[in-house]
């Protein structure tokens, strides 16, 4: 097993995106993905504990999954007997054939240069394919309080959650909207979703289902400070000569 392969193995091994409120905002994720979702095939990079996978199945497309984790693969393809599951780092995989719809839900702050991955991401879509990513947001309510309150230097600063999870980033919108742009894609939709004030256990301490659907569809209206943002994306139409 290669280094970076035993650094994802050893994150998934004390994984929390399945746990607290993350699964919610997964949920949520995905039904922004879902008005966006064209055409006959996706292509799923980091579906970790499947929480966005049980859901883009239930569409009935045709569906490959891509991990870099040994343990989350073997775990997928036991729950998805009819879903291809590849067990490589995006930066290694080379798929048999392209796809309508690539689901990159937080990804691109885990891996060493998403540039990379973006570029070999956007040779994969068929023509009109599209990209749908999510990350999270250091401009969020909740990272500007911490910055307020001398928790974190600066809102890009990584917390112990981030280390926890393998973040090498943080992305502010215009990061993540450059990301994309210098790896030649264009972007269709850009937004945010889950208005998010408070940190993640002061939220699961208290806050009712309800409440929390509330901020998550609220972040919608302000994704500059949404707790996350993301991006649909399309390959640069060829200029004509």
Same mark, same amino acid.
């Given at each position: 097993?290669?280094?970076?392969?035993?650094?994802?193995?050893?994150?998934?091994?004390?994984?929390?995106?399945?746990? &607290? +409120?993350?699964?919610? #905002?997964?949920?949520?994720?995905? @039904? +922004?993905?879902?008005?966006?979702?064209?055409?006959?095939?996706? !292509? @799923? !990079?980091?579906?970790?504990?499947?929480?966005? #996978?049980? !859901? *883009?199945?239930?569409?009935?497309?045709?569906?490959?999954?891509?991990?870099?984790?040994?343990?989350?693969?073997?775990?997928?393809?036991?729950?998805?007997?009819? #879903? $291809?599951?590849?067990?490589?780092?995006?930066? #290694?995989?080379?798929?048999?054939?392209?796809?309508?719809?690539?689901? *990159?839900? /937080?990804?691109?702050?885990?891996?060493?240069?998403? +540039?990379?991955?973006?570029?070999?991401?956007?040779?994969? *879509?068929?023509?009109?394919?599209?990209?749908?990513?999510?990350?999270?947001?250091?401009?969020? *309510?909740?990272?500007?309080?911490?910055?307020?309150? &001398?928790?974190?230097?600066?809102?890009?600063?990584?917390?112990?959650?981030?280390?926890?999870?393998? /973040?090498?980033?943080?992305?502010?919108? $215009?990061?993540?909207?450059?990301?994309?742009?210098?790896?030649?894609?264009?972007? $269709? /939709?850009?937004?945010?979703?889950?208005?998010?004030?408070?940190?993640?256990?002061?939220?699961?301490?208290?806050?009712?289902?309800?409440?929390?659907?509330?901020?998550m569809r609220l972040g919608e209206r302000?994704?500059?400070?949404?707790? $996350? +943002?993301?991006?649909?994306?399309?390959?640069?139409?060829?200029?004509?000569?």
């Amino acid at each position: 097993m290669d280094q970076e392969t035993l650094r994802v193995e050893m994150i998934a091994k004390d994984s929390l995106y399945a746990s &607290g +409120i993350n699964p919610a #905002t997964i949920r949520y994720s995905f @039904e +922004i993905f879902e008005r966006f979702i064209r055409g006959e095939s996706i !292509l @799923e !990079l980091g579906p970790a504990e499947g929480v966005m #996978t049980e !859901l *883009l199945a239930k569409l009935g497309l045709p569906m490959t999954l891509v991990d870099g984790s040994p343990s989350f693969c073997d775990d997928l393809r036991q729950r998805f007997p009819q #879903t $291809e599951v590849v067990c490589s780092l995006f930066e #290694t995989y080379v798929p048999t054939g392209s796809f309508d719809n690539i689901v *990159l839900g /937080h990804v691109l702050e885990h891996v060493d240069d998403p +540039i990379e991955v973006l570029t070999r991401v956007g040779s994969w *879509l068929t023509p009109g394919g599209r990209i749908l990513a999510a990350v999270p947001n250091s401009r969020s *309510l909740h990272r500007q309080a911490a910055v307020l309150l &001398g928790m974190l230097r600066f809102e890009e600063e990584l917390n112990a959650m981030d280390q926890h999870h393998g /973040h090498r980033r943080v992305y502010n919108p $215009e990061t993540f909207r450059r990301d994309f742009t210098a790896a030649g894609l264009a972007i $269709e /939709h850009f937004g945010g979703y889950w208005l998010k004030p408070l940190s993640s256990a002061q939220i699961e301490a208290n806050w009712s289902p309800e409440l929390l659907r509330a901020y998550m569809r609220l972040g919608e209206r302000y994704p500059d400070i949404s707790g $996350e +943002i993301y991006v649909v994306a399309r390959l640069e139409c060829p200029i004509a000569t």
